[in-house]
T-cell receptor, first 111, second 112 residues
Framework: KAGVTQTPRYLIKTRGQQVTLSCSPISGHRSVSWYQQTPGQGLQFLFEYFSETQRNKGNFPGRFSGRQFSNSRSEMNVSTLELGDSALYLC??????????FGPGTRLTVL | SQELEQSPQSLIVQEGKNLTINCTSS?????LYWYKQKYGEGLIFLMMLQKGGEEKSHEKITAKLDEKKQQSSLHITASQPSHAGIYLCGADLSGANSKLTFGKGITLSVRP
């Protein structure tokens, strides 16, 4: 089976812009979670989608949003980008047994 | 304070030596995950433990879960340079399954 894929792998944006990241889970997995990783805060949970519905949410401002499509692919959007949004964004898909497999991540740099 | 504490913070071992790293939670563990990460890359799934006393092994890596102590240990036997990287533990602290809380990670270096 192919692993979790994320696009794009690298992105450079300027403050105030918005960005959309994409994640394709492992075939058959219906749950997709998003995480933000920074040197200061480490890995932090953003939100989780299951069958096109947000099931869990972390403590991030409303500028961070996501959605999931009927084929389980997920996107996350960050609006009005701030310098502090520079991070590695990781998505993970979960198996029926709750094993979470991560993608390679999208490195976002905000200038 | 951190909900998940990993120790030690970093570790340098000679190739061939055994080592153990730990992950301790301040809350009830509903599931404990171990991952390995190369800097700036995605997380590689190593093992998931869900039951107290559970022990799993894969190649030269063994992980155990002590539910009473709310702690997990990861043991590497006969370390190799390929074991070098950042080891992260993630935990389900709410029973929500997919919402994981992570420790800060342990950087392991293996000297040839």
């Amino acid at each position: 089976k192919a692993g979790v894929t994320q696009t794009p792998r690298y992105l450079i944006k300027t403050r105030g812009q918005q960005v959309t990241l994409s994640c394709s889970p492992i075939s058959g997995h219906r749950s997709v979670s998003w995480y933000q990783q920074t040197p200061g805060q480490g890995l932090q949970f953003l939100f989780e989608y299951f069958s096109e519905t947000q099931r869990n949410k972390g403590n991030f401002p409303g500028r961070f949003s996501g959605r999931q499509f009927s084929n389980s692919r997920s996107e996350m959007n960050v609006s009005t980008l701030e310098l502090g949004d520079s991070a590695l964004y990781l998505c993970a898909s979960s198996s029926l047994y709750n094993e979470q497999f991560f993608g390679p991540g999208t490195r976002l740099t905000v200038l | 304070s951190q909900e998940l504490e990993q120790s030690p913070q970093s570790l340098i071992v000679q190739e061939g030596k055994n080592l153990t790293i730990n992950c301790t939670s301040s809350k009830t563990l509903y599931g404990l995950y171990w991952y390995k990460q190369k800097y700036g890359e995605g997380l590689i799934f190593l093992m998931m433990l869900q039951k107290g006393g559970e022990e799993k092994s894969h190649e030269k890596i063994t992980a155990k879960l002590d539910e009473k102590k709310q702690q997990s240990s990861l043991h590497i036997t006969a370390s190799q340079p390929s074991h070098a990287g950042i080891y992260l533990c993630g935990a389900d602290l709410s029973g929500a399954n997919s919402k994981l809380t992570f420790g800060k990670g342990i950087t392991l270096s293996v000297r040839p």
